[in-house]
């Protein structure tokens, strides 16, 4: 089955300006990115989400560690609409980033292949050296 990957911030500016109604002003100020780098993450991420319902994909969400404590809306740290750290992709905080959590795989869903996963670059990208179908991450 053909993957789409959502980003963590891209998850993130969904929740902030769908769920908790915040404009883009607002939810960009409180990722800690200018409002055109929250507005262009936004559009990647509802494009990416639209895909797959559209078109029959799973959604993978990648850049680390989420914790959604209760899936309550709360967000990636849990702590509400009003105390988020708001620090975006680069911002720092204690979340880990893309490449922090322990060394992935991309694998061939048709014959099982593995690659060492490339930061940055989705597994859904790369086509298997063995039998060139997509590659799928895990």
């Known amino acids: 089955m053909p993957v789409v990957d959502v980003g963590v911030d891209e998850l993130e500016s969904?929740?902030?300006?769908?769920?908790?109604?915040?404009s883009q002003g607002e939810a960009a100020q409180k990722?800690?990115?200018?409002?055109s780098t929250f507005q262009r993450t936004l559009r990647m991420g509802l494009?990416?989400?639209t895909d797959?319902?559209?078109n029959g994909k799973s959604i993978f969400l990648e850049g680390g560690e989420v914790n959604m404590p209760g899936g309550d809306g709360t967000g990636p740290d849990g702590t509400g609409p009003t105390g988020a750290r708001g620090q975006g992709r680069r911002?720092?905080?204690?979340?880990?980033?893309?490449?922090a959590a322990?060394?992935?795989?991309?694998?061939?869903?048709?014959?099982?292949h593995l690659?060492?996963?490339?930061?940055?670059v989705p597994c859904s990208q790369a086509k298997c050296p063995e039998c060139g179908s997509q590659m799928v991450r895990g």
């Open 31 to 35: 990722m800690g990115v200018h409002q």
């Open 115 to 120: 690659e060492p996963h490339q930061p940055g």
């Open 47 to 49: 494009e990416k989400v």
């Open 91 to 99: 911002g720092g905080g204690n979340r880990p980033g893309r490449g």
């Open 102 to 112: 322990a060394p992935q795989n991309c694998r061939c869903p048709s014959c099982g």
């Open 52 to 54: 797959a319902l559209v």
């Open 14 to 22: 969904m929740r902030l300006n769908i769920l908790e109604k915040l």
